[in-house]
């Protein structure tokens, strides 16, 4: 008899993380109503200006962090243990 190949899940929940992290920026900043004003302003600068450089950095850390789980993640289906990282 033949041996059926083992079926991994495509989604789990290391790859929902990934997803959030990379739809969270999207989010934040396409929610325009959040953050049209001017006040608090930071050392001059109004909010609606230092919010969005802001989320530059967010979004610089979040695609970093999505990066290394999905390389842990590929690492672990490789290595046949399911994700688990070594």
Do not use: H
């Not at 969270?24 to 909010?47: C, E, M, N, Q, R």
């Amino acid at each position: 008899m033949s041996e059926t190949p083992e079926v991994r899940p495509v989604v789990t929940p290391v790859r929902v993380i990934i997803g959030l992290c990379l739809v969270a920026p999207f989010a934040a900043l396409l929610w325009v109503g959040s953050y049209a004003k001017t006040d608090p302003a930071f050392i001059g600068i109004p909010f609606f200006y230092w919010y969005q450089m802001l989320w530059v950095l967010i979004s610089t850390a979040l695609t970093m962090l999505a990066y290394q789980l999905w390389q842990r993640d590929q690492r672990g289906r490789r290595n046949g243990d399911g994700g688990a990282a070594k």
